[in-house]
């Protein structure tokens, strides 16, 4: 690296240097993290002048209209630097005022500790938790190469931008890295570019004791192109991204060489950088060294008009709104659907389509698997929703997720609509997350119940971002059988169901498994998961409202005359069992009602009067049946209630002998009934 | 690759040829998933002749013992493969029964669907979530080379074993491969030697569609030794092996190209013959290219004498046994404790230094973060205990990890008992559970609560395995501020708990801590995860008993004379939030009890006379408290009772201004006891 160039004081020029232009990213992070009293400005320090050449060279963005459906993302993967973005945005003319940048992580600031997604002003996800950012990006960059190839006409390409990720060396230590990395060189996401922060720092110090990957040979490994550059040399960069950009098939890794928190005169390259405010003298003589005189949170004129991009912006978006409106023009339908997709409505025929799969998983009759129900769904939507992408985490056959209409997305034919992810779940729900967030897709993507715990700070990501990415989780008990204790799931129905915003339902038959679908289809504000059997159940007895109880989370499925003497609540694979039980005692002459909850947070969100009356308050004597653990049943059972779960791994045998072992039969059900409402 | 010999039929000579052994695998792991009617054939006969050169040629093992200390270890990553483990244990002398064969997938059968840790028939570790078993292998490698540098002395090896791991595609496809793989560069685990089945097909089809990695690239970018052959050439596999071997500073993958399901006339080499039995027709001709004449489940005495290692075994141990009583004779205490710490057993001063730790923590009067009382726990535990051996994600000043006798582990010198496992939550805990598995460490390490989902799988195979692990979970709570919502967990403390079989504790001041940490230490049958705050809390007042309290999971803080109006149960860093409650309800007149509950598992494990006196069941006025969801706590306050918790996000702020938003005050605490039990 260059003897560093810390600045050359030449504001009055008309021209400043790049390095200046630089340095007001450094300041204004060094500023806000003193002013906060926490927070991390070493990253932004060090990204800088890669920033810089990016944002000022080639970002395509219009900070007037954030949301521009063509503009290029950018995202921030090493989500702590996230002072770098906020005074990115700020600079260039997003609504983010100097205010906001002093109350940077003060509550009810849209500053927060960690960039959180708001499109509005620019944030395109939320990033921290390491390595995700990243993952995002393979999605995003995946929806970009999608859509261009389903719209794109001769001369009109409507959708054609990049998507650029800065990164650091924890977001390549994460292994979710290698499994969204692997599969962007796979599918040759060409237009993805990524900038590696090679500061050689981490949290614990210096990471050659503990991180001595050859990236650049990792990255080659995955058929990415990859370049090393001096990531403090502005003009580096730009050459760097032009020969990033001119490398059409291969996703693009550029290692850009930094020192964390440059400029600082003592905690520079150390990491004392990394986080806490530099301290007041430090951050003094700092700026001394980077040549800046002005006070803290003031930009000096000449800086501030260099940095803002409002005209550029609106002139770019100009540009292709021109195109776009060449393009409805030439071709109405398809500008309608991509209006529609980046809308995130749903298509004209869906209720239509809606009724059709729940008026066929009524006509059912079969003893069926839920995830066999779900797939004739998918047979009924899939060939009429263009923006549902599926895939599965290399168990389609045993998640269903495949359906008739479905084709395969490969590196050569982008056109498909369905994703081999690989044995890679983390990364599967990762890039999902960024399908979504892109806009343009309902992305379904599929695995094993118990391998959700790969992917669960993903699932958590989608619920905080308010994404609706559903997610297929089949083999959902022990039931499943032989496979034994590490692919029976257990403790994940109740754990999934204490992720805020997320919705998980267990549907009991093809008909509740529909209604499910058509509900996570509808809901556009944060993930649903679906959890499904792999072994066959009957079909439920119907009542012609019983769509609507559904819908609800939790309905009364056969009810006894009179007032219960108790209840039985049960999900999924269970409801059966428990039907089975409750008949019993119903022609024994006892009175005890069956309900079907297979959605508790749904069901939470009912009006009393709803919950009063499925399950009456004065009805003490409650049972619930769920293979899964017993924990978040008390709160509907009550303290005189019984729960019938398990809090043990299950054991690997014919999936009926092990339901069996562990209690889960209707007459086990019916003797629980028994000793709680009196023999 | 040469084509095919699949069988040279001449059983009636004394030797026969390796692939003649090799394939007693594949007719028993046919056979045997035939007989099941579900499993995988496929990967081993594709990997017999791996699994033939290396279980014949140079593994280390005495079927008669099999817990022998310097055994090698033999981990199959790609656990679905298990037949070819189960055939190897019955073939070598191990006592499975070819009835256990018959019995394969069966309930109560020991050989399960994927292998269930049991030493004591040489399986060394669970597999089935794929990539764990190569992560694991890497704390198994760790551990000799640890135990090496700490125990051998000139001429005196007692430990010198390697640590050998097949696996599969899917397992190189999962992050966590990265992660562990990486880190097994990075400290060169030259004993490490691992079998990659490139047979480039994963469940989904053809890999090349979904993983196109260069494996060998790859892996040389983390600093491993790299060897690529024809994996159905015993005499190449051979050879490889001790390439591999004399290569003592990298670890070793050994790239083989087999076929899957090798034999089987019309499903070899194709997703056919990953799962479910071959069918009986395929079996049959399967047989016949191989050469098998004889019947289901009978070996011809030649391949049988051939494959036993029973008195090779033996020798080979009683070597081992001649050598340690020489070391024993020589080096008296460090023998004691090399065999105190293989047994699990703790050191004598045990009791004294976890008294120390204990009165150390009861005179701390200062307000104190728990993670700094963990710290303080350690500084009097660790110099005396050397099998304790810590680490962190990258957080250790973070997390308070270190202690003042820590040395840190590197690559090259393996003497220290601190590792700093780089931003890898996931590879650390897997490999955490390999430490612990091969014995004569008890592993802990650290990262924030909110980042336990990276690991979640790994965790629950710690639980599964019942290994003693130590799990440091710090910054417990949206208390943690300004890093906001990606960092501050919320339903994390509920959803570990219902992990079967890991303990967790939320400790409420240091002498909670201290109490959780020697239970920690002290509970050998399963892992521990101690949630600890980021910030400072006051110490509690302590009556002479509550020491006792502590360790029963739940006990009476501070209780009120007569029976209580109302029980308040809190945990961490909120019971001192509650305190405060109580203690104005009480100044008030009011009859409030006040329960900590720092380990809700070991309250519920308590004798009811315990949980009655502690939870009276005539007292129905019970509220909750603990930053966290909700869910499990109806348990506890039952149907009258009310939850003080969060099931939503945090939010980016001042620590005590997040709390406060969101109504975890004395104020509100108070208000909520005054509303259920009557103003």
Redesign the interface.
């Known amino acids: 690296m260059r003897a560093p160039d810390f600045a050359t004081v030449r504001w009055e020029s008309p021209m400043p240097t790049r390095r200046e232009l630089a340095n007001v990213l450094r300041v204004l992070a060094m500023d806000a993290v003193q002013k ?1 009293g ?2 991390h400005a070493g990253a932004p320090m060090g990204m800088a002048d890669i920033a810089e050449a990016l944002w000022r060279g080639f970002l395509k963005y219009n900070p007037a209209n954030p949301l521009w459906w063509d503009r290029d993302r950018f995202i921030l993967s090493n ?1 702590h630097a996230c002072m770098l973005l906020y005074a990115l945005l700020h600079l260039t003319g997003y609504a983010v005022s100097m205010e906001e940048i002093k109350n940077f ?5 849209r500053l ?3 960039p ?1 997604h708001d499109p509005s002003i620019g944030i395109e996800t ?6 995700q950012g990243l993952a995002n990006s393979v999605g995003f960059a995946l929806a970009e190469k999608m859509l261009a190839a389903h719209f794109n006409r001769p001369q009109l390409p409507i959708v054609d931008h990049y998507t650029y990720v800065f990164l650091g ?2 977001d390549l ?7 969204a990395c ?2 962007a ?2 599918l040759k996401l060409g237009k993805l570019i990524g900038f590696y922060d090679d500061n050689g720092i ?4 210096e ?1 050659k ?7 650049p ?2 990255f ?4 990415w192109h990859v370049q090393s550059i001096d990531g403090m040399d502005g003009e580096a960069v730009a050459g760097a991204i032009r020969a990033a950009q001119a490398e059409t098939q291969r996703p693009s890794l550029i290692c850009c060489r930094t020192v964390i928190g440059f400029g600082a005169p003592t905690k520079a390259g150390t990491s004392a950088a990394h986080s806490d405010p530099l301290g007041v003298e430090e951050v003094a003589l700092a700026k001394q060294r980077l040549g800046w005189t002005a006070p803290p949170f003031e930009v000096p004129a000449a800086l501030r008009e260099a940095w803002n991009h409002e005209s550029a912006g609106r002139a770019a978006e100009e540009r292709w709104q021109e195109l776009f409106g060449r393009y409805r023009g030439a071709y109405p339908d398809l500008a309608a659907q991509f209006e529609r997709r980046m809308r995130r409505g749903l298509p004209e025929t869906w209720q239509s389509m809606a009724q059709s799969a729940i008026a066929a998983a009524r006509a059912e009759t079969a003893v069926q698997a839920t995830r066999k129900s779900s797939r004739a769904v998918l047979d009924v939507i899939g060939a009429q929703m263009p923006e549902l992408f599926g895939g ?1 985490a ?5 998640n269903e997720t495949w359906h008739n209409a479905a084709r ?1 997305l ?1 590196a050569e034919d982008a056109s498909g609509d369905y ?6 779940e ?2 599967m729900t990762a890039a999902m997350n960024g399908l979504a967030l892109h806009g343009g897709f309902i992305p379904y993507g599929g695995t094993f119940l ?2 959700s ?2 992917a ?2 993903a699932v ?2 989608a619920a ?1 971002m308010h994404q609706p990415v559903i997610l297929i989780y089949s083999h959902d008990s022990i039931a499943l ?7 029976q799931p ?2 994940h129905l ?2 999934l ?5 997320l919705t998980l339902w267990r549907p009991a038959d093809a008909l509740e498994t529909a209604v499910a679908w058509c509900e996570a289809i509808e809901h556009a504000e944060g993930p649903t998961a679906l959890a499904l059997t792999r072994q066959g159940v009957p079909q439920l007895p119907r009542e012609s409202l019983s769509a609507e109880g559904i819908r609800r989370g939790g309905y009364v499925l056969l009810d006894c005359a009179g007032v219960p003497e108790c209840i039985v609540i049960s999900t999924g694979s269970e409801v059966s069992i428990a039907l089975a039980a409750v008949r019993t005692l119903q022609s024994r002459g006892r009175r005890v009602r069956l309900v079907s909850m297979p959605c508790t947070q749904r069901f939470d969100a009912q009006p009393a009067a709803w919950r009063d009356e499925v399950l009456p308050p004065a009805v ?1 004597a409650r049972v619930s049946v769920e293979a899964g ?1 017993t ?2 049943w ?2 509907y059972v ?3 209630g019984r729960v019938i779960g398990l ?3 299950g ?4 999936g009926p ?2 339901m069996r ?1 562990f209690g889960f039969t209707a007459e086990h059900v019916q003797a629980v009934v028994e000793e709680l409402a009196g023999g």
Chains 1, 2 share one sequence.
């Open positions: 906060a926490s927070g989500g992580r003060q509550l009810g600031c927060a500790g960690h959180e939320t990033s921290g938790p390491l390595g060396d924890g230590m994460e292994g979710v890295s290698h499994e692997s599969l060189g796979t981490s949290i614990d110090g990471v004791g503990w991180f001595a990957d050859d990236t040979k990792r080659e490994a995955y058929g599965s290399d168990l389609t056959t045993s395969v490969t994703l081999h992810y690989g044995v890679r983390f990364g118990t391998f715990d790969y669960r700070n958590r990501m905080l059988g032989e496979d034994g204790p590490t692919h257990v403790e109740n754990s169901r204490l992720v805020p915003n003490s653990s924990g978040l008390w709160r009550g303290s005189r809090d043990h791994y054991a690997s045998g014919k002998e092990v072992k």
